[in-house]
């Protein structure tokens, strides 16, 4: 069962435009959500956060957004740039809420392609 | 200031052998976990641990194990390997032993069972 869900596995945008990269969770009780960023041959580095306090945080040409109703996010990157052109993966934990607080679940990721 | 690190960058191993994947952080760190990264199924957690003397288990465990005997260092050991083991090893760290503090990666091990 897969709890985290990012549907399309690859994007592909021009340089400029916006990238919208989608998620999808299962799990009633995550609370905060987590971008992660992974170029080839590196490990995956943190790019934005938002707690479901809130439904938009915004980080430079990056913001996600979240609906907790639809148990949906996404991160707009504005404008795109080819060194945007990574994967991405989308994590969730439910928080502070109890023993299993210490997982991250990550969704399967999204290939980002920026062209110029 | 390294951050993390892990060894080897990549090995090849036979079937049966048995394999430490070794990572090292130097940020002080509470928090520390193993992942695999599969082609089509993301990142998935092996095994974890709150601080050092304690571990847990994650989302895919078996064949698996690890230590903590202190804050710097988190192995983890394949006992005897197989070929569904072939992966991209991660290792990561977080201040504190929880989801929503950022978690810290290290460049990755590539495993190849054969």
């Known amino acids: 069962d897969q709890q985290v869900k990012q549907n399309s596995p690859s994007l592909s945008v021009q340089e400029g435009r916006i990238s919208i990269l989608n998620c999808d969770y299962t799990n009633s009780m995550f609370d905060y959500f987590l971008w992660y960023k992974k170029y080839p041959a590196e490990g995956p580095t943190f790019l934005i956060s938002i707690s479901s306090i809130k439904d938009k945080n915004e980080d430079g040409r990056f913001t996600v957004f979240l609906n907790k109703s639809a148990k949906h996010l996404s991160l707009h990157i504005v404008p795109s740039q080819p060194g945007d052109s990574a994967v991405y993966f989308c994590?969730?934990?439910?928080?502070?809420?109890?023993?299993?607080?210490?997982?991250?679940?990550f969704g399967k990721g999204t290939l980002l392609t920026v062209n110029p | 200031i390294a951050g993390i690190t892990q060894a080897p960058t990549s090995q090849i191993l036979a079937a049966g052998r048995r394999m430490t994947l070794r990572c090292t952080q130097d940020m002080r760190h509470n928090a520390m976990y193993w992942y695999r990264q599969d082609l089509g199924l993301g990142l998935r957690l092996i095994h974890y641990?709150?601080?050092?003397?304690?571990?847990g288990k994650g989302e895919v465990p078996d064949g698996y194990s690890v230590s903590r005997a202190n804050t710097d260092d988190f192995p983890l050991t394949l006992a005897s390997a197989v070929p569904s083991q072939t992966s991209v090893y991660f290792c990561a760290s977080s201040l504190i032993a929880g989801g929503w503090d950022t978690q810290y990666f290290g460049p990755g091990t590539r495993l190849t069972v054969l």
């Open positions: 994590a969730a934990t439910p928080g502070n809420s109890g023993g299993s607080n210490y997982k991250l679940t």
């Open positions: 641990s709150n601080t050092a003397g304690t571990t």
